[in-house]
């Protein structure tokens, strides 16, 4: 995927204002519409004038994009960081088109559908996972008003895995883009104490009640939605409520069926290891996942490792190599004999 450098195809500078950007459209519009343009690339440089713009009109999508940085560069080889977009708090704009009514996003590019497609959290379509109402926190919205309600906003936010397990009180750092008085774009911190219940799964949301943008004329504020998300965890790897985690063992361990401590969100458990355990092979400990009304598993993957080497241990192994009758290839070999 090419990287797009918006600015460039709008021909502003990085710091331009949000009337600069206006006029700037305006101006290059006239010149590619294709109704009007004798450029002969004027329908792909309108095309592409448009998609630039729908970015940078928006302080919320020009906000985001800019947190790319300024090192890329038009048509360079480009993947957006895995951590992008995490703590922008961005109005969810629900009935709005997530092309302000100029285009769909399947009208754009890959670059754009990447960033800012309808599975994006950048999305005016709801692009963030399906809402859990269950899960909120804050005062409701009171009682009847005759003011307008005020919009919700949705944010990303990453916790840790053990914070799903427990539960617990913790402190979120959000973005939000704002116009400054001059007319550009920037974002202001907003720290929050969120309540995370026991039992969240990534891609549920959090609802704080209020505190999205404030009413009008007396109306109720909007409410705020955090899309859970899991920091990379160094043991676990999470499925839904399901847990995996990979178990070094030594060879007598599994070749003796022992038993060994396995690490868990709820603690250290011992588990009875099957006689003549292989290296890949899944054991599950049920009801040891992210708590819920049916609890995950955790999946034990076993990774048979040899002991580090040294005089004795090849000692060890040599005197193996003699004694036992092993050939872990038999098959291999029964195999292309049969074939050939």
Same mark, same amino acid.
Do not use: C
């Given at each position: 995927?090419?990287?797009? $450098?918006?600015?460039?195809?709008?021909?502003? !500078?990085?710091?331009?204002?949000?009337?600069?950007?206006?006029?700037?459209?305006?101006?290059?519009?006239?010149?590619?519409? +294709?109704?009007?343009?004798?450029?002969?690339?004027?329908?792909?440089?309108?095309?592409?004038?448009?998609?630039?713009?729908?970015?940078?009109?928006?302080?919320?999508?020009?906000? #985001?994009?800019?947190?790319?940085?300024?090192?890329?560069?038009?048509?360079?080889?480009?993947? +957006?960081?895995?951590?992008?977009?995490?703590?922008?708090?961005?109005?969810?704009?629900?009935?709005?088109?997530?092309?302000?009514?100029?285009?769909?996003?399947?009208?754009?590019?890959?670059?754009?559908?990447?960033?800012?497609?309808?599975?994006? !959290?950048?999305? *005016?379509?709801?692009?963030?996972?399906?809402?859990?109402?269950?899960?909120?926190?804050?005062?409701? *919205?009171?009682?009847?008003?005759?003011?307008?309600?005020?919009? $919700?906003?949705?944010?990303?936010?990453?916790?840790?895995?053990?914070?799903?397990?427990?539960?617990?009180?913790?402190? %979120?750092?959000?973005?939000?883009?704002?116009?400054?008085?001059?007319?550009?774009?920037?974002?202001?911190?907003?720290?929050?104490?969120?309540?995370? !219940?026991?039992?969240?799964?990534?891609?549920?949301? %959090? *609802?704080?009640?209020?505190?999205?943008? +404030?009413?009008?004329?007396?109306?109720?504020?909007?409410?705020?939605?955090?899309?859970?998300?899991?920091?990379?965890?160094?043991?676990?790897?999470?499925?839904?409520?399901?847990?995996?985690?990979?178990?070094?063992?030594? +060879?007598?361990?599994?070749?003796?069926?022992?038993?060994?401590?396995?690490?868990?969100?709820?603690?250290?458990?011992?588990?009875?290891?099957?006689?003549?355990?292989?290296?890949?092979?899944?054991?599950?400990? *049920?009801?040891?996942?992210?708590?819920?009304?049916?609890?995950?598993?955790?999946?034990?993957?076993?990774?048979?490792?040899?002991?580090?080497?040294?005089?004795?241990?090849?000692?060890?192994?040599?005197?193996?190599?003699?004694?036992?009758?092993?050939?872990?290839? #038999?098959?291999?070999?029964?195999?292309?004999?049969?074939?050939?």
């Amino acid at each position: 995927m090419r990287f797009k $450098d918006y600015y460039v195809v709008m021909g502003v !500078p990085r710091g331009a204002t949000q009337d600069e950007i206006k006029r700037a459209y305006r101006k290059l519009a006239r010149k590619f519409h +294709p109704d009007v343009s004798k450029e002969k690339d004027a329908e792909e440089r309108f095309k592409e004038l448009q998609e630039a713009y729908e970015v940078l009109k928006d302080p919320e999508k020009r906000a #985001a994009y800019d947190q790319l940085g300024e090192n890329w560069r038009q048509g360079q080889e480009f993947r +957006p960081p895995p951590d992008w977009g995490k703590g922008f708090e961005f109005s969810a704009g629900r009935g709005r088109g997530g092309s302000g009514g100029q285009a769909g996003t399947a009208d754009f590019s890959d670059f754009f559908s990447e960033l800012f497609g309808a599975r994006s !959290p950048f999305s *005016r379509e709801g692009g963030f996972g399906a809402r859990t109402h269950g899960f909120e926190t804050g005062g409701g *919205r009171g009682g009847r008003s005759h003011g307008a309600a005020g919009q $919700d906003h949705v944010a990303r936010v990453e916790i840790a895995v053990e914070d799903a397990y427990r539960g617990g009180t913790r402190t %979120i750092e959000l973005r939000t883009p704002e116009i400054t008085p001059e007319g550009h774009v920037t974002t202001r911190p907003r720290t929050l104490r969120v309540s995370i !219940p026991a039992g969240v799964v990534a891609g549920q949301q %959090i *609802r704080l009640a209020g505190q999205g943008s +404030p009413g009008f004329g007396g109306g109720p504020a909007g409410d705020l939605y955090l899309e859970v998300n899991f920091r990379p965890h160094p043991l676990y790897r999470v499925d839904g409520r399901d847990i995996t985690v990979t178990l070094p063992v030594a +060879p007598w361990e599994a070749a003796l069926g022992e038993t060994v401590s396995v690490p868990t969100l709820g603690g250290a458990v011992e588990m009875k290891l099957p006689t003549g355990a292989r290296s890949g092979q899944r054991l599950r400990l *049920r009801g040891r996942g992210l708590p819920g009304q049916t609890p995950g598993d955790q999946y034990v993957v076993l990774e048979v490792v040899l002991p580090p080497d040294s005089p004795r241990s090849r000692e060890f192994f040599e005197r193996m190599k003699r004694e036992l009758p092993f050939d872990p290839r #038999a098959e291999l070999a029964l195999a292309s004999a049969v074939s050939s």
